[in-house]
C-alpha cells in the first residue's frame, strides 16, 4: 500500500479560502487576529491555530501582466521527515506516522523539547508553537476522517477541484497527467513531491513566484554531524541485519 496523499492543482485555485476555513472548522481551531498588512492574504502566516493558509501573491504572469498565484500552504506529510529526524534526536517518537495513510503526526509529548530545531529541519518551514505553553502543531491530514474513509475537510470543501486526496500511486498519476495537459501552455509549469511527500502542487510558473517555501529548501536544522552519525549508524544495522539473513538463509 502506497498511503494516501494530496494533489494540489495550484492552477484551478481561485482563493476563496473556503478550505482554510474547513480546516479551522473541523480542527475546532480559534479565529486568528489579524491586520491589514497591504495583502488579500489573511491571515499573514501560518501559526499554531491555523494548519493551512492560501497565500496570495501578486506577480508578474508570462505575459507580462500581473496576476494571482495562489498556493495552499500546508505540511508536505514528507515520507522522509526532517521534522521527525529532529525531533527524534531529543526524544524518540515525539512525532509519528500513521500506518494507514502515512500522515505524519505531531504529539503532545513535543512539549517542552527545542521547538526552533524542528521548525528549521523542515524545507518547508511548517511546525509552529503556541506562545507560552511549548505545544507544536500543524496539518493532521485530519487522519480521523481519514482512516474513517472521508475525505480531508479542505478537500471536501474545495469547489474547483484545487484540492484532490486519495492513495498517493493515483495521486501521483493525477499529477503527471495534468502536468502534460498544461506543459504546452505553461512551459515553466512544474510537480513538486512525487518523490518525497504527500502533499503533490502542480504549479505552472516559477516555484517561487507562488511561496518562498514551495519548494524545498535546504534544511537549516540540526541534518549535522550528529544526525548524520545517526543515520548512518542506522543503515549500518540495517546492513548488517540483511547479511546476516542472507548468510543464514
Ligand atoms: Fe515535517 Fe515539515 Fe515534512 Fe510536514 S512538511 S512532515 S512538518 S518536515
Ligand atoms: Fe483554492 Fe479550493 Fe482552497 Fe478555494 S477551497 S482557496 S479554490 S484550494
Known amino acids: 500500500m502506497s498511503g494516501k496523499a494530496f494533489f494540489i492543482d495550484t492552477t484551478l485555485c481561485t482563493g476563496c479560502r473556503g478550505c482554510q476555513i474547513a480546516c479551522k472548522q473541523w480542527n475546532q481551531l480559534p479565529a486568528t487576529k489579524s491586520h491589514n498588512y497591504g495583502s488579500y492574504q489573511n491571515p499573514e502566516d501560518l501559526s499554531f491555530d491555523t494548519f493551512k493558509v492560501v497565500r496570495f501573491n501578486e506577480e508578474m504572469g508570462p505575459d507580462n501582466k500581473p496576476r494571482w498565484y495562489f498556493f495552499q500552504d500546508q505540511c508536505r506529510h514528507c515520507l522522509e521527515p526532517a521534522c521527525k529526524d529532529a525531533a527524534d534526536l531529543q526524544l524518540e517518537d515525539t512525532i509519528v506516522r500513521e500506518p494507514y495513510s502515512g500522515a505524519v503526526l505531531f504529539t503532545d509529548r513535543l512539549k517542552g523539547l527545542k521547538f526552533k530545531d524542528i521548525r528549521d529541519a523542515c524545507p518547508y518551514d511548517v511546525p509552529r508553537e503556541q ?29 474547483t477541484g484545487t484540492m484532490n486526496f486519495g492513495d498517493r500511486d493515483k495521486m501521483v ?32 510558473d516559477d516555484s517561487i513566484k507562488y511561496h518562498k517555501f514551495a519548494d524545498a529548501r535546504p534544511s537549516l536544522g540540526p541534518m549535522n554531524r550528529q544526525l548524520a552519525l545517526k543515520k548512518i549508524g542506522k543503515s549500518l544495522k540495517e546492513l548488517a541485519r540483511d547479511w546476516s539473513f542472507l548468510n543464514t538463509a
Do not use: Q, W
Open 131 to 159: 506562545e507560552g505553553s511549548g505545544y507544536m502543531a500543524k496539518c493532521t491530514m485530519c487522519v480521523d476522517r481519514v482512516v474513517n474513509g472521508m475525505l480531508p475537510a479542505c478537500v471536501k470543501t474545495c469547489p
Open 173 to 204: 498519476e493525477m499529477a503527471r497527467n495534468r502536468l502534460a495537459e498544461i506543459r504546452s501552455s505553461h512551459p515553466k509549469a512544474t510537480v513538486s513531491g512525487v518523490n518525497s511527500n504527500r502533499a503533490i502542487f502542480l504549479m505552472a
